[in-house]
């Protein structure tokens, strides 16, 4: 089933923001994501907010979605007033976005650009299966002012293809790649995910041997997640396939930081490796980093100024909403003082430019020490002000910063 909701408090149904929310706006770099939740089969290990047609029932359909959305960007922009706000980075994601025509992906991004405007040099971004686009889509996307493109390859093994429940053939996302390069994107990342069930060491180098080939200037790899409620954890819970490990999700990480260093690849974020500054993805570094975004789309979370919300999850009802002139957010939450600075702790930690010593709370220096000398921070970056994680600090990041935070 599409993942729940959180809990929060009601929002105004004009989508009315807090006098605090909008103090400042325009000083933080803006950005938009664009949630297009659809799918042509639901994958075992996904619990994101996607249906395929079978799921999606009355009062929503693809052709008429890129017209929603578009009401909600200009919901956005009555929202946020006057403010000066170029759009830095725009990112479609889901779900398959490559599923809805390229136009329909254009018309949105050139809806974000009239209401707001789009900064020079604006990075835009779709994911994409790679079965889900083909040289001449790729080249009216890039038309429609798309740069950048994110295809979810996650293995090159065909096994471990089937228990991701994944449909596209070993071979599809490198030449994915490839098409994309030819239809001028000027960066392209690849997707991986490590620890399936089933998956070898050797099937792991495999993939990422066949990612370097491919010539992509980003790779995103990630430990799979065994999420309540999806079919993997339904065949994991009836013995069908075995837990991940830890140790082996361990194991791959190492692997994967040795094989992309060696193909020049920089780790900047804890599962993400770029080939120079200009390949890293600006979208996430502004999430990392506390910048605003405004999230069109059913169940997408928002955040502007400490406050965030998030939308109705099902894509009926998000339709209903915004054809009534109302905002779709179904709650929001206005984020305290501790709460950013613990989000700030957490996501900036993982990064390779690190944390300043100096914002560590008295109550955590302690641990900060011990991690020192347990080598989990490096020494020149600490002795210049700065927790950046070594390697077996970023496998052991999220315990650092519960101890720190205890």
């Not at 490839?178 to 089933?198: C, M, Q, W």
């Not at 109705?312 to 600075?341: F, I, M, N």
């Not at 220096?365 to 600090?393: C, I, N, Q, S, Y």
Request: charged share 25%; hydrophobic share 40%; aromatic share 8%.
């Amino acid at each position: 089933m599409p993942s729940t909701l959180p809990d929060g408090d009601p929002a105004p149904a004009s989508g009315e923001l807090p006098e605090s929310a909008l103090r400042g706006l325009g000083e933080r770099p803006f950005g938009f994501y664009v949630h297009v939740p659809f799918c042509v089969t639901r994958c075992g290990y996904c619990d994101f907010n996607t249906y395929t047609a079978a799921e999606l029932g009355p009062g929503a359909s693809r052709a008429d979605y890129a017209a929603t959305v578009v009401e909600e960007i200009r919901l956005a922009r009555r929202v946020l007033g006057d403010a000066e706000l170029p759009v830095e980075t725009v990112f479609f994601g889901g779900g398959t976005p490559t599923l809805l025509p390229a136009e329909d992906l254009s018309r949105i991004l050139a809806a974000i650009g009239a209401e707001f405007g789009l900064a020079p040099g604006a990075e835009v971004t779709t994911e994409a299966n790679p079965e889900s686009v083909d040289p001449k889509y790729l080249e009216r996307l890039r038309e429609g002012g798309f740069n950048r493109v994110s295809f979810g390859m996650q293995s090159a093994r065909d096994h471990v293809l089937r228990v991701l429940d994944r449909q596209h053939t070993p071979g599809r996302a490198g030449q994915a790649v490839l098409e994309a390069r030819k239809a001028g994107f000027d960066h392209v990342n690849l997707d991986l995910i490590y620890s399936t069930p089933g998956e070898s060491d050797d099937d792991w180098r495999a993939s990422l041997a066949a990612a370097v080939e491919a010539e992509p200037d980003h790779v995103s790899a990630y430990s799979l997640i065994v999420e309540d409620g999806t079919r993997l954890a339904a065949r994991i819970r009836r013995g069908e396939l075995p837990m991940p490990d830890d140790d082996v999700a361990a194991d791959h990480y190492v692997i994967a930081d040795e094989m992309l260093a060696e193909a020049g690849f920089r780790w900047y974020e804890v599962s993400n490796w770029a080939t120079s500054d200009e390949a890293r993805c600006r979208h996430n570094l502004l999430y990392w980093t506390g910048g605003d975004w405004w999230a069109a789309g059913p169940g997408a979370h928002s955040h502007v100024g400490g406050t965030r919300w998030w939308n109705v999850k099902h894509p009926a009802p998000y339709a209903q909403r915004l054809a009534e002139g109302l905002s779709p957010a179904h709650a929001r939450e206005e984020l305290t003082g501790e709460d950013r600075a613990t989000e700030r702790l957490m996501l900036e930690l993982r990064l390779a430019s690190g944390y300043p010593l100096a914002d560590v709370p008295p109550t955590g220096r302690t641990h900060v020490a011990a991690a020192l000398a347990d080598g989990l921070l490096e020494p020149e970056a600490f002795k210049a002000g700065r927790m950046v994680l070594t390697l077996r600090g970023r496998l052991l990041a999220d315990a650092l910063v519960r101890d720190i935070l205890s």
